[in-house]
T-cell receptor
Framework: EAQVTQNPRYLITVTGKKLTVTCSQNMNHEYMSWYRQDPGLGLRQIYYSMNVEVTDKGDVPEGYKVSRKEKRNFPLILESPSPNQTSLYFC???????????FGQGTRLTVV | EDKVVQSPLSLVVHEGDTVTLNCSYEVTNFRSLLWYKQEKKAPTFLFMLTSSGIEKKSGRLSSILDKKELFSILNITATQTGDSAVYLCAVERSGNQFYFGTGTSLTVIP
């Protein structure tokens, strides 16, 4: 089944403790991106990747890192999480940047 | 500043009604506009629009783009309870980035 898989689905952590949210797609898509969704602000793009080893900042990259060492994986790293990073995070992939995106099921992150 | 504005924020209708959702944008170097439906969690793709005046249709849903007036509409005819969701509009801009509106929440009452 074609899908984008995020893990974990839910995470509660403490301020400053490094964490990684994984994202994997099985559709051989070139373009992958991370979004956060907050009430009243909609989906905001954090980082995106056009292909392996090619990543770039979106609208709200501060406090996040990403890597794209393999085509299928695009992990989101929070080196030192803070409470303002509490949010619902979505990973998405598409064949290319200008085609429809497939979204993962989301990761609900709470930083206390 | 780039922005995508959706209206109305929220809408409650009865089954069988027709609804029109709006998306206006001010984005540098516009490339395309996309509509997504978000039910419980993950948004799912509805339409991608790149050219003005060409309507895209899928069943009871249709959408059109006006690049001169910088807006798009999403129409849903003969609404059903299964249409209840948040509808998101996204604009692709230069640099392969995407900018989303805050969405329109649609509730269809039986």
């Amino acid at each position: 089944e074609a899908q984008v898989t995020q893990n974990p689905r839910y995470l509660i952590t403490v301020t400053g403790k490094k964490l990684t949210v994984t994202c994997s797609q099985n559709m051989n898509h070139e373009y992958m991106s991370w979004y956060r969704q907050d009430p009243g602000l909609g989906l905001r793009q954090i980082y995106y990747s056009m292909n392996v080893e090619v990543t770039d900042k979106g609208d709200v990259p501060e406090g996040y890192k990403v890597s794209r060492k393999e085509k299928r994986n695009f992990p989101l790293i929070l080196e030192s999480p803070s409470p303002n990073q509490t949010s619902l995070y979505f990973c998405a992939s598409s064949f290319r940047w200008n085609t429809e995106a497939f979204f993962g099921q989301g990761t609900r992150l709470t930083v206390v | 500043e780039d922005k995508v504005v959706q209206s109305p924020l929220s809408l409650v209708v009865h089954e069988g009604d027709t609804v029109t959702l709006n998306c206006s944008y001010e984005v540098t170097n516009f490339r395309s506009l996309l509509w997504y439906k978000q039910e419980k969690k993950a948004p799912t793709f509805l339409f991608m629009l790149t050219s003005s005046g060409i309507e895209k249709k899928s069943g009871r849903l249709s959408s059109i783009l006006d690049k001169k007036e910088l807006f798009s509409i999403l129409n849903i005819t003969a609404t059903q309870t299964g249409d209840s969701a948040v509808y998101l509009c996204a604009v692709e801009r230069s640099g392969n980035q995407f900018y989303f509106g805050t969405g329109t929440s649609l509730t269809v009452i039986p």
